[in-house]
Nanobody, 124 residues
Framework: QVQLVQSGGGLVQPGGSLRLSCAASGFSWNSVTIGWFRQAPGKRREGIFCIGSDDGRRYGAESLKGRFTMSRDIPRNTVYLQMNSLKPEDTAVYYC?????????????????WGQGTQVTVVS
């Protein structure tokens, strides 16, 4: 069964860090696109960090490049989103996603398989 299961998230103070995990089952993270998205209250879901499956390029929010990084643990079949120097405006539900078709971009419409989402709240 193809599935993405997320963990991590929670409550953190401004300036703090969190690491989100996204464990895959039914396929390998080694050969598909990886996407991280977030949706803040009252806003549309935005792509924050995506790796294209055919070109390996990074797509997503340029403004987050210095604070958010992504890594992959192939043996554990898990990808991570490391978030540093968190700000209140980073408060959102965060999602990981993938698709088995070739993807080059960070538009949510390109991704068909989604994790359940995890809440990140940044507050003093």
């Amino acid at each position: 069964q193809v599935q993405l299961v997320q963990s991590g998230g929670g409550l953190v103070q401004p300036g703090g860090s969190l690491r989100l995990s996204c464990a895959a089952s039914g396929f390998s993270w080694n050969s598909v696109t990886i996407g991280w998205f977030r949706q803040a209250p009252g806003k549309r879901r935005e792509g924050i960090f995506c790796i294209g499956s055919d070109d390996g390029r990074r797509y997503g929010a340029e403004s987050l490049k210095g604070r958010f990084t992504m890594s992959r643990d192939i043996p554990r079949n898990t990808v991570y989103l490391q978030m540093n120097s968190l700000k209140p405006e980073d408060t959102a539900v965060y999602y990981c996603a993938t698709d088995f078709d070739a993807v080059s971009g960070c538009d949510e419409g390109l991704f068909g398989i989604w994790g359940q989402g995890t809440q990140v709240t940044v507050v003093s």
